[in-house]
């Protein structure tokens, strides 16, 4: 995974070489895609599962943060931490679709990552059901 730097739509910076040590889950987005937002609950219920453990969730999303404002924050609740305007780091991590989901281990090294989902009723739980098992591995490996 390349090192990035970045800027969460609540003004934090983040340098993922400084995450080094922590599980990072990154979630590339936008807010017309609906499998994307499908899956809000399954992500939600990783951050509370791994709240208090060596674990960042990032949500990188392609669209403005005047867009998120106006048509995302106020109907979803997303728990990542969200990083607007991201085409160029988009292009810089590569995806193959939307949503794309990577698991970084400790180290900086691609883990495991998946592109698409579901928009049924499945996609509440599926991220969950698919990326539970692979952090719980990693933090063990610690």
């Excluded at 969460?8 to 990072?24: Q, R």
């Excluded at 609950?41 to 990188?60: C, M, Q, S, T, W």
């Excluded at 995302?72 to 085409?87: S, T, V």
Aim: proline share 4%.
């Amino acid at each position: 995974m390349p090192e990035l730097s970045l800027k969460t739509v609540t003004g934090e910076k983040i340098e993922t070489k400084d995450l080094k040590g922590k599980v990072i889950v990154i979630n590339l987005w936008f807010i017309t895609c609906h499998p994307c937002i499908a899956e809000l609950p399954a992500l939600n219920r990783l951050v509370e599962e791994y709240k208090n453990k060596d674990v960042a969730f990032l949500g990188i999303s392609t669209d403005t943060k005047a867009m998120l404002d106006a048509d995302f924050f106020p109907k979803y609740k997303f728990d990542f931490k969200i990083i607007a305007d991201g085409k160029d780091i988009v292009k810089k991590i590569g995806n193959t679709g939307f949503p794309t989901f990577y698991i970084i281990d400790t180290e900086g090294k691609v883990r495991d990552a998946w592109s698409g989902g579901a928009t049924d009723k499945t996609a509440e739980i599926a991220v969950y059901l698919k990326a539970k098992p692979i952090i719980d591995e990693l933090l063990k490996a610690q």
